[in-house]
């Protein structure tokens, strides 16, 4: 969507609610070869490669960085470097906080940065990382603070360091004064400096009037301060490409001007006003940029990709997308026939004024003069003026001004039941939906029968949508966005582990939200019952694709074939399997089932229950004398011989669990038993896994402690089978969980064999009274190697334990 420029001192429509003070704005990078360095403001630096941000419109909320990087909370970002590591010769790194501390360091100490991150720079108590830019240790630095002093001294001046010291005094900062810029200086000659001020003040300043001077003093005013101009907001270097200021507000307010029209002055005067700001009302950020770059964003803006947030009003038509596409205003007005002009971002003042003169769709707002318009009463020049921008807009961008509801209109519902739904407020299906049947009653002329339309109307519409044809690879990202979108969604992707692989508790969600456990799970809910709506569109496909798969591996696989398996059938999507399908388990398209470390699934079928089905047949085979066939455990398990489904060959289904299940194995002829203790066992398999373990002196796989065991019985016809030697670390008291995922250790290295519950329920019968959640965590940590989130989902899932206060837990009665 265009910024139109404005003169200096009018006033902006609004185009974002919430505040922007603490954004931050940087350029991406769009080269899969460049290295991004992200810089905390807790002296924190990470690496992401080739990193990629979806462009959106300018009201698009965006993603959050945590998703990609692994930030404490509270945790910001502070500075972003794009670096090409083959056409940028880089020889260090500059940085400054906002106590006026600086430090130089070599770029070659950030070659190799992990994944949790490298410390750039030590900070001080209560000081934070404000500014990074590489350098090559000749320029000259300038920095400038809140209440208008500035020093501009040689890079020289500065020592290079190691990363982790404190750097060096750049400014000596009066009392309650903080840096709000600082930059390099590449040619004094050609370069200016923009300093705005809070109250929408600012001007331009030349380089050369800062002179030179050492380090660590008081320096110079870079601006006459008064209660007029409020304090300095940001200051930043400029050139001669650079051509546009686009100034925000606290409140949301954005104006675009020329640089032309901003004035050079003396260092140590006030400037002049900018942008005029009303009471309360303050600067809160700015960008200077050039032509070429915002036309390069606007002109990304104007793509049509099928996977954008596109407003849509109702149901559009090939014909009406390509109408859309063609930007002809004629066409436009097509598309905006039947909108209203409540869905534009106009004043109400203005809405009610052009109501008043039976002006109420975008069709007519569109068609009427200027001369028409201020004609009509409460409609002065700003309004026109404001209306004429919005004009401009649509016309250029029409998709951005499509609503994402469906109207009630495309319900066909007679004409009278329509206005009474209007009247009533409820414009759109979603309301219509949240409406219960006794508050639609009290609507006026909505009746029993008239509700019998509505609904009738309503499932026609959503049968129609659950008809869609929807690509493979988009109903993932069409079913996420149905969750709400924004938060909702990203709520649910981290409670399953859908961005970073990490799934998240309830607790760690809600506190980098700052919303209670409780909030976070009524969002949740709230989301799951969006995503499974009927009028879904995406809803249908994956139950049908999921089943579909179920059905084609027996109706029965484990966590790791999910693995393999689910992401084939949504195009490589970069999601684990198991955690998608955890997902549609809790949504109740599928069944699912866990035991131990391992999850298993299942098809929903009429009369099947994955749980009873399962531990009917290890129970079964565990009071068995003798090993049983398929056959003979259909024969002696009758609920099981009952479910009728063509889909379900229960002979097949037997054989796969018994082959699934870790605590089940194969014997000759095709029939199963549950593991048992021989001497055989006792005599070679144990001992020689207690060696492997105490060879290794860690923890290890299940899988590699059998691949090890094999190597060491090569010469014989031995062999141990993986599932054999998880089950034998499960039963034998020689081994212990360590908590990660079929990973075991020995119980002489101070392991406990019990589970992680049980350890819980020690731990609180020890105290005799609730414990916070982290001191759980702490003692059973002394035995196991339990993430914390772990720990959380256990104490929350189990049903073993209650909550009593923030964080507090005890034994359920």
């Known amino acids: 969507m265009v910024i139109k420029t404005n003169n200096e001192s009018s006033m902006q429509s609004s185009v974002h609610s919430s505040s922007i003070k603490d954004q931050k704005i940087f350029y991406p990078a769009k080269d899969d070869s460049v290295n991004s360095l992200l810089f905390t403001d807790r002296g924190r630096v990470f690496q992401l490669k080739g990193l990629k941000i979806t462009e959106a419109t300018r009201i698009f909320q965006g993603q959050a960085i945590n998703n990609l990087i692994d930030i404490d909370q509270g945790e910001k970002i502070a500075t972003v470097l794009a670096i090409h590591p083959q056409k940028d010769s880089i020889k260090y790194l500059y940085m400054c906080t906002k106590r006026g501390n600086v430090k130089k360091t070599k770029f070659e100490e950030y070659s190799h940065i992990r994944r949790n991150g490298l410390i750039a720079i030590m900070l001080d108590k209560g000081d934070v990382l404000g500014w990074v830019c590489p350098t090559n240790g000749e320029n000259d630095l300038i920095i400038i603070t809140?209440?208008?002093?500035?020093i501009r001294f040689k890079e020289s001046d500065i020592k290079s360091s190691h990363r982790d010291t404190l750097g060096v005094r750049g400014i000596r900062l009066s009392k309650d004064d903080v840096v709000v810029s600082s930059h390099l200086i590449k040619d004094s000659n050609a370069e200016q400096v923009l300093v705005v001020m809070e109250n929408g003040w600012g001007k331009k300043t030349?380089?050369?009037?800062?002179?030179?001077?050492?380090?660590?003093?008081?320096?110079?005013?870079?601006?006459?301060?008064?209660?007029?101009?409020?304090?300095?907001?940001?200051?930043?270097?400029?050139?001669?490409?650079?051509?546009?200021?686009?100034?925000?507000?606290?409140?949301?307010?954005?104006?675009?001007?020329?640089?032309?029209?901003?004035?050079?002055?003396?260092?140590?005067?006030?400037?002049?006003?900018?942008m005029r700001v009303v009471?309360?009302?303050?600067?809160?950020?700015?960008?200077?940029?050039?032509?070429?770059?915002?036309?390069?964003?606007?002109?990304?803006?104007?793509?049509?990709?099928?996977?954008?947030?596109?407003?849509?009003?109702?149901i559009l038509s090939d014909r009406d997308i390509k109408l859309v596409t063609s930007k002809n205003p004629k066409n436009v007005n097509h598309i905006y026939e039947e909108e209203l002009i409540d869905f534009l971002n106009l004043p109400q003042r203005i809405r009610t004024s052009?109501?008043?003169?039976?002006?109420?769709?975008?069709?007519?707002?569109?068609?009427?003069?200027?001369?028409?318009?201020?004609?009509?009463?409460?409609?002065?020049?700003?309004?026109?003026?404001?209306?004429?921008?919005?004009?401009?807009?649509?016309?250029?961008?029409?998709?951005?001004?499509?609503?994402?509801?469906?109207?009630?209109?495309?319900?066909?519902?007679?004409?009278r039941i329509e206005n009474a739904l209007k009247k009533a407020g409820i414009l759109n299906i979603d309301e219509l939906d949240e409406s219960s049947q006794k508050k639609l009653l009290k609507i006026k002329n909505i009746g029993h029968k008239a509700l019998k339309i509505i609904f009738e109307r309503k499932n026609n519409v959503e049968n129609q949508a659950q008809n869609e044809d929807?690509?493979?690879?988009?109903?993932?990202?069409?079913?996420?966005?149905?969750?709400?979108?924004?938060?909702?969604?990203?709520?649910?992707?981290?409670?399953?582990?859908?961005?970073?692989?990490?799934?998240?508790?309830?607790?760690?969600?809600?506190?980098?939200?700052?919303?209670?456990?409780?909030?976070?799970?009524?969002?949740?809910?709230?989301?799951?019952?969006?995503?499974?709506?009927?009028?879904?569109?995406?809803?249908?496909?994956?139950?049908?694709?999921?089943e579909r798969l179920l059905c084609n591996n027996g109706c029965l696989i484990s966590d790791q074939d999910a693995d393999s398996l689910v992401p084939q059938i949504f195009a490589n999507q970069p999601f684990d399997g198991s955690s998608l399908l955890d997902l549609f388990a809790d949504l109740g398209w599928i069944q699912s089932h866990r035991i131990g470390d391992m999850s298993f699934y299942a098809p929903k079928i009429s009369g099947f229950k994955l749980i009873d089905f399962m531990e009917d047949i290890f129970e079964l085979l565990k009071k068995s004398a003798e090993p049983l066939s398929p056959t003979s455990i259909l024969n002696k398990l009758p609920p099981i011989k009952e479910i009728q489904d063509d889909r379900l060959n229960l002979l097949n289904?037997?054989?796969?669990?018994?082959?699934?299940?870790?605590?089940?194995?194969?014997?000759?002829?095709?029939?199963?038993?549950?593991?048992?203790?021989?001497?055989?066992?006792v005599n070679l398999w144990i001992p020689l896994m207690i060696q492997v373990l105490e060879e290794a002196r860690m923890p290890l796989y299940y899988t590699e402690i059998a691949d090890r065991v094999n190597d060491k019985v090569i010469s014989s016809n031995r062999h141990l089978e993986p599932r054999r030697a998880h089950s034998l670390l499960i039963e034998n008291s020689s081994f212990a969980h360590v908590g990660i995922r079929g990973t075991y250790g020995l119980v002489k290295w101070g392991l406990r064999k019990e589970?992680?519950?049980?350890?819980?329920?020690?731990?609180?019968?020890?105290?005799?009274?609730?414990?916070?959640?982290?001191?759980?965590?702490?003692?059973?940590?002394?035995?196991?190697?339990?993430?914390?989130?772990?720990?959380?989902?256990?104490?929350?899932?189990?049903?073993k334990f209650e909550k009593k206060g923030e964080g507090f837990y005890r034994i359920k009665e």
């Open 755 to 799: 589970s992680t519950v049980e350890l819980a329920v020690e731990c609180i019968k020890k105290a005799g009274f609730p414990l916070h959640w982290e001191q759980i965590y702490n003692y059973v940590g002394r035995f196991k190697d339990s993430p914390k989130m772990n720990i959380r989902s256990i104490l929350d899932q189990s049903g």
């Open 279 to 314: 009471d309360g009302e303050q600067v809160a950020a700015i960008i200077a940029t050039s032509t070429k770059e915002i036309e390069a964003s606007l002109k990304s803006l104007t793509e049509v990709k099928s996977d954008i947030h596109i407003r849509q009003s109702r």
């Open 146 to 150: 809140y209440r208008g002093q500035s």
């Open 470 to 546: 929807i690509p493979n690879k988009k109903l993932l990202s069409v079913l996420l966005e149905r969750s709400g979108g924004g938060r909702n969604q990203e709520i649910i992707q981290r409670r399953y582990g859908l961005v970073m692989g990490e799934k998240e508790t309830l607790e760690e969600i809600g506190k980098s939200y700052g919303l209670s456990r409780e909030r976070i799970r009524q969002i949740q809910q709230k989301a799951f019952r969006c995503m499974s709506h009927p009028s879904n569109a995406s809803r249908r496909p994956i139950i049908n694709l999921i």
């Open 206 to 274: 030349k380089i050369s009037a800062w002179s030179c001077q050492m380090r660590g003093g008081m320096g110079v005013k870079a601006a006459h301060i008064t209660s007029k101009t409020g304090l300095i907001v940001n200051a930043q270097i400029i050139n001669k490409d650079t051509n546009i200021l686009v100034i925000s507000s606290n409140r949301g307010r954005l104006m675009k001007i020329d640089m032309k029209d901003i004035p050079t002055l003396e260092r140590q005067t006030q400037g002049d006003r900018l």
């Open 653 to 681: 289904l037997i054989t796969k669990n018994c082959s699934l299940d870790p605590r089940i194995e194969t014997k000759i002829a095709g029939k199963f038993s549950t593991y048992r203790m021989t001497e055989y066992v």
């Open 354 to 415: 052009l109501r008043s003169t039976g002006i109420t769709t975008v069709n007519q707002l569109f068609k009427s003069s200027e001369h028409k318009l201020r004609r009509i009463r409460g409609i002065g020049k700003k309004s026109v003026k404001m209306i004429l921008d919005l004009k401009s807009e649509v016309y250029e961008y029409p998709k951005a001004y499509i609503q994402d509801k469906k109207r009630v209109e495309i319900l066909n519902l007679p004409i």
